[in-house]
């Protein structure tokens, strides 16, 4: 019987993290171009941080109601009544959700805020709860970390509402930037080593 580890590679695909590090070497100027492209992208929604936040209201209505359609074709193909209605009503109300935040993305962004602020302080707690538990050498960090986390949400659930028009959108550009700035330094890394 054979290993699941001897799987044999994808046809035409690399058989090794190395291998397909090699393929890419000859394309860093594309990887930092690309890398460019979303730095340039997040500085450009740290600027229009208010249309950065409706854009990332309707992101994120659009896949809601990607998600409320799939789940009521689920609910078509469900071999039960119960599960039939339960898929349906749960995909009509993310259909519900997202049309209302569609109609209103200024009110669907200071929802979206608030919840954002909260989960960033629960996750914050979390981490320090768990940072904790750590042994000393790995402590530090985790504390660190959840307590920034802790306090960011702490800022935002503070500044809400009147943090909403451009909350989103702020953050969405620091991703972005950070982002970029990773895939430029893997591009260089990948020169270095051609």
């Not at 044999?8 to 291998?19: C, D, E, F, I, Y």
Request: proline residues 3%.
């Amino acid at each position: 019987m054979a290993s699941s580890n001897n799987a044999a590679p994808v046809s035409g695909g690399p058989k090794s993290l190395g291998t397909a590090i090699e393929r890419l070497r000859h394309r860093w100027g594309w990887i930092v171009a690309f890398g460019v492209l979303g730095v340039a992208m997040g500085i450009a929604a740290i600027i229009l941080d208010v249309t950065a936040t409706i854009a990332s209201v309707y992101t994120i209505a659009i896949f809601m109601v990607i998600a409320g359609a799939s789940e009521i074709a689920l609910g078509i193909s469900a071999k039960t009544w119960g599960r039939f209605f339960l898929w349906i009503i749960s995909g009509l109300l993310y259909i519900v959700a997202a049309s209302f935040a569609l109609a209103n993305p200024l009110v669907a962004a200071a929802i979206f805020t608030l919840m954002l602020g909260a989960g960033l302080i629960v996750t914050g707690l979390a981490r320090i709860y768990f940072g904790t538990q750590l042994v000393a050498g790995t402590r530090s960090s985790v504390l660190f970390g959840g307590i920034v986390t802790a306090l960011v949400g702490l800022l935002i659930v503070i500044g809400w509402p009147g943090n909403t028009p451009f909350i989103l959108g702020i953050l969405l550009g620091i991703d972005l930037f950070f982002w970029g700035l990773g895939w430029i330094s893997f591009g260089f890394r990948l020169r270095d080593h051609s």
